[in-house]
């Protein structure tokens, strides 16, 4: 149908690139749509004291998960999981899900069954309601897609854009477990493969591992944040990165970001995992994608709240260099931050 | 993982089964969730006026379409088209969506241009904004997922349930067209693939092809019902085809139906066509799917209204004998109506 047209490759704009190209021509005609394309979450305003947030997220097999090694019910809580942190990254509380899967017919109802049991469990964890979707067959593998509907009072919506200078960026929990946890899978995985029978040796990995295959949005975090006052300036949630994130936040606020190497915050089994994989445990940090934390600014004013509390970390500051994002080395040497995110389309 | 545990077949509980087994244990905590699982679109009640309205439709290549004939600017109209009907199914008008699509690297930057101008169209059609989504490979072909946000008055929205005894079965525009022009769609397929080089014969079927490839939602029928002061007694949108969601709807009110075999609405392309492929117009217009017309329940007093509107026909009205569904033919002999749906599972 293309042959005679010009052809462009997907890769050449990666998945930003490709979502801005193709909805730059959209616009919007009802009042109620707030925000749309380019935040965790779009934000409808149907009038009274809160906004509605609603955000869609899929996941395939092969892409984004390996049935190998990933239980059908750990899969089902992660995608109600990876759901509702977008609700939560706009600092609303997330209340409805909708599930659609899709699966071919290798699968028996026992398994889906494992899967929804999966789902019900995060919907408990997160107070949630499943209250609707659609099943049906794929040509291939399966495909869980979850849409989440939330709600936040319209003075405590927090964007990607907002952060001022000097603010405070602060994460929470630590970063890059989620990324060595998938390597310490999928090395375990080569092994099998190669001597069927042998048993993975995942012992000492556990926190890792769980972090790949349960992770938990931090529904935790936003009633933290409520009890002690603060509004984050500017909010997103860790799917593809810190560097990424950052990136995404620096963007939409229009400001740059020094971030402390040292203030990173890593579980010790992320740094001594690293090292057996040969890697820097700054760049895991970094790009390791999937940690499902939240990532925000906050006025210095909140400082005194923030600094000794369990569970962030202020790990560096907004700037006025736009677009500058800087990682500082103990030496106080800078190093400029490069966006990696997923690469889906590569290859 | 479940070789040494009983296996039962996806197949053996069909698409509706399916979701009814696995979403039977799921118990909402959200005083907002007011209706869940079980009809066209979630209701939330979020406050104010208005509910809001809450669907979502996958489709798969080679599960619900097939790209050899279906244009990529018509799959993405046909995407937003079907999600929008869910919501006009409540009485509702759709407001925002969400896109999902998924795709592998065969497909170029050029090809998903053309589906998002359809998407882009249908937007424009149906008065929707087009809020976010989310755009990541396929380990296969492609599949494209719409989830559809609106928002009905609270005195005005309707559900499965509510169908009185002798309440009218009416049916917006025709049926069986979207099928019969499948049928032709597969026929010329196979005809170019036994004879390359053979162009299609599609002339005298263009309106059977057109329901099929970009069917068209029923925004009108909702504004017309508003207009002439009827709030149907129940609705469904003919997805599944006008055999399956007349179960629907008696199921869900505890009512019964008959349906008048010469009331049924049907194009003379229809029944033409259905005659050369040696199938029973009646049974492709009960059977069909993909009609994406409204089949609602008014009580008697709206009958003046109703019964000489060129949008409209009545095709039937709801009796007390529950759960029996009958098509009464010319002669007077009723037959009972078997529910088909699409079996998604099968094979």
Redesign the interface.
């Given at each position: 149908?293309?042959e005679n047209?010009?052809?462009?490759?997907?890769?050449?704009?990666g998945?930003f690139g490709?979502?801005e190209?193709?909805?730059k021509?959209?616009s919007?005609?009802?009042a109620?749509?707030l925000?749309?394309?380019g935040?965790d979450?779009?934000v409808?305003d149907?009038?009274?004291d809160?906004y509605?947030l609603?955000?869609?997220?899929?996941m395939?097999?092969?892409?984004?998960f390996d049935?190998s090694f990933h239980?059908?019910k750990h899969l089902g809580y992660k995608a109600v999981s990876t759901a509702v942190s977008d609700i939560y990254a706009m600092n609303g509380q997330a209340?409805?899900i909708?599930v659609?899967i899709?699966?071919s017919?290798r699968?028996?109802?026992?398994?889906?069954?494992?899967l929804?049991l999966g789902i019900?469990i995060a919907?408990?964890k997160f107070?949630?309601?499943?209250?609707?979707?659609?099943?049906?067959?794929?040509?291939?593998?399966l495909?869980i897609?979850v849409?989440a509907?939330g709600?936040v009072a319209k003075n405590k919506l927090v964007r990607r854009s907002g952060a001022g200078e000097n603010d405070l960026l602060v994460v929470s929990g630590d970063l890059g477990a989620a990324y060595m946890g998938l390597q310490i899978l999928e090395r375990e995985k080569k092994v099998f493969l190669e001597h069927p029978g042998a048993q993975p040796d995942l012992q000492g990995h556990e926190y890792i591992i769980g972090r790949q295959l349960r992770p938990e949005a931090r529904l935790d975090v936003v009633k933290i944040l409520d009890e002690l006052g603060i509004v984050p300036s500017c909010m997103i949630d860790i799917s593809d990165g810190l560097a990424s994130e950052v990136h995404h936040l620096g963007i939409h606020s229009g400001c740059g970001f020094d971030i402390y190497d040292e203030k990173l915050p890593m579980d010790p089994q992320v740094i001594s995992t690293a090292m057996d994989f040969d890697l820097n445990p700054t760049v895991v940090a970094l790009n390791g994608g999937e940690d499902y934390e939240l990532l925000f600014t906050v006025a210095q004013e909140h400082y005194e709240k923030i600094k000794n509390h369990p569970d962030f970390t202020i790990i560096g500051h907004a700037t006025s260099e736009k677009n500058q994002f800087r990682l500082i080395g103990k030496s106080g040497a800078a190093f400029e931050i490069q966006a990696q995110g997923w690469q889906?389309?590569k290859?």
């Open positions: 149908m293309f047209r010009e052809r462009t490759e997907l890769s050449d704009l998945e490709l979502i190209h193709l909805t021509t959209f919007n005609v009802n109620s749509s925000l749309g394309v935040d979450a779009a409808i149907n009038g009274g809160e509605v609603l955000s869609t997220d899929a395939f097999e092969g892409v984004h049935l239980p059908l209340k409805q909708l659609a899709a699966l017919n699968f028996s109802l026992e398994a889906v069954e494992e929804y019900k919907c408990e107070s949630v309601d499943l209250v609707g979707g659609d099943t049906t067959a794929s040509p291939k593998g495909s897609a849409t509907l709600t889906h389309f290859g």
